[in-house]
């Protein structure tokens, strides 16, 4: 058996437009997606059937997720079940069928993430989001998930003395990026001035620093290598790494907030399985689902020091021509926060840049890309490590 039987290949790829779909169901959104995967892959047919997704028992009046993404691509009788992380389940969807795929027990598994936001309109989402953290200690006390980030970045800003505008080279980058996606909700530019002039969300957080949340489904076909047919016609992605770490749920149970611990964890553990080095990294696919997110993702990861993060967007080195292109299609900030389905959506974007296939935003020579999801303020951290095989 040859080195490339053994790899897991990332054989198909599919993704709707992130925005408002009033006129699709749960159901609609994820079957076209799947069928795209399949049908990207070259007719590849799953053994199994991994969904990610947070939120559909109580927006969408829909649990038991599984039969009926199998019922949607008529494969009835496959293996099928959700897997919820918070907003990081489409993430952990993939870490679950990489596992069943190295066992051997799966050669060909199908991974949806699928969120939709608008079958519930005003305060019952934000409650609902909400969910992701400590209901007891939390949310029962009125904290939401704005105000945890909130909590953070004040945090941060007296700490490390950072000036508060510098954050807004976050979203400015991701809405320049999300340009060249047409797939992204927020396809506009921004400036210092319009982030500047932004509303308060939850003060310091203003409007441009907080991810819109949205309806999405985005899916990937994983196949282990022996696999592939002979004839199979996309550039060879491979998954190298999948790694999942955890931390407290409250952040009053941190012995320090402002160190994503669960982040740093599954980083380190996706170096280890991808034998990789951080300077190996061509891009990096953060959680910018808040700018202080993205910052600490960046400083977990080595990136950058403590108090540091922010200054590697200010200087441009996250830009596509920079040091470390990240967000390479508008991340979270831009393209749009479809919630559980979002890490799926990260790791097809990736996988269009190590392909080739990222239009106007590729990273030239792109060879290996790093993408994280988090679940709540980093309580679950999934981090994947993608390359060209």
């Known amino acids: 058996m040859s080195a ?13 437009p992130v925005g408002e779909h009033w006129e699709l169901s749960l159901r609609n959104m994820a079957s076209r997606v799947m069928m795209d995967a399949m049908q990207d892959s070259g007719g590849l047919k799953p053994q199994a059937i991994y969904v990610g997704n947070y939120l559909a028992s109580v927006l969408s009046r829909q649990a038991n997720l599984g039969a009926l993404m199998a019922e949607c691509i008529a494969m009835e009788g496959v293996e099928a079940f959700t897997a919820e992380a918070g907003e990081a389940s489409g993430a952990a969807a993939l870490y679950l069928a990489v596992k069943a ?41 009125g ?13 941060y800003l007296n700490e490390h003395q950072a000036p508060r505008e510098a954050f807004g080279a976050f979203a400015i980058l991701a809405h320049r990026h999300a340009l060249g996606n047409p797939n992204a909700w927020y ?16 003060d310091p957080l203003n409007r441009l620093d907080v991810a819109p949340f949205a309806d999405g489904a985005a899916a990937v076909l994983v196949v282990r290598g022996e696999r592939l047919p002979q004839d199979f016609s996309q550039p060879l992605v491979k998954v190298s790494a999948s790694s999942l770490a955890t931390d407290s749920l409250s952040l009053h149970d941190r012995a320090n907030p402002l160190s994503f611990n669960a982040a740093r964890l599954s980083f380190q553990k996706a170096f280890e399985q991808a034998g990789i080095q951080l300077a190996q990294v061509d891009l ?5 689902a808040y700018s202080i997110y993205a910052a600490l993702e960046l400083e977990c990861a ?54 080739n296939q990222a239009g106007a935003n590729q990273v030239e020579g792109a060879k290996t890309a790093l993408v994280q999801s988090l679940g709540g303020p980093a309580s679950t951290a999934l981090t994947h490590v993608l390359q060209r095989a």
């Open 187 to 202: 396809r506009r530019e921004i400036s210092g001035e319009d982030y500047q002039r932004a509303g308060m969300a939850c």
């Open 143 to 155: 904290l939401g998930v704005n105000g945890v980030a909130a909590l953070l970045m004040r945090r």
């Open 284 to 288: 990096f696919e953060y959680w910018d």
């Open 302 to 355: 080595g990136f950058a020091q403590p108090g540091e993060g922010w200054r590697l967007a200010q200087e441009g080195k996250l830009d596509l021509g920079g040091q470390l292109p990240c967000a390479t299609l508008g991340g979270l900030k831009a393209r749009g926060f479809p919630l559980g389905a979002t890490g799926i959506y990260q790791v097809v974007e990736a996988v269009l840049q190590l392909r």
């Open 101 to 141: 795929l190295r066992s051997g027990y799966v050669d060909c598994a199908m991974v949806v993430g699928v969120e939709k936001v608008t079958d519930v309109v005003g305060y019952e989402v934000e409650s609902a989001i909400s969910q992701t953290l400590d209901a007891d200690f939390e949310e029962m006390e």
């Open 4 to 16: 490339m039987d053994q790899e897991l290949i990332i054989a198909g790829i599919g993704q709707l």
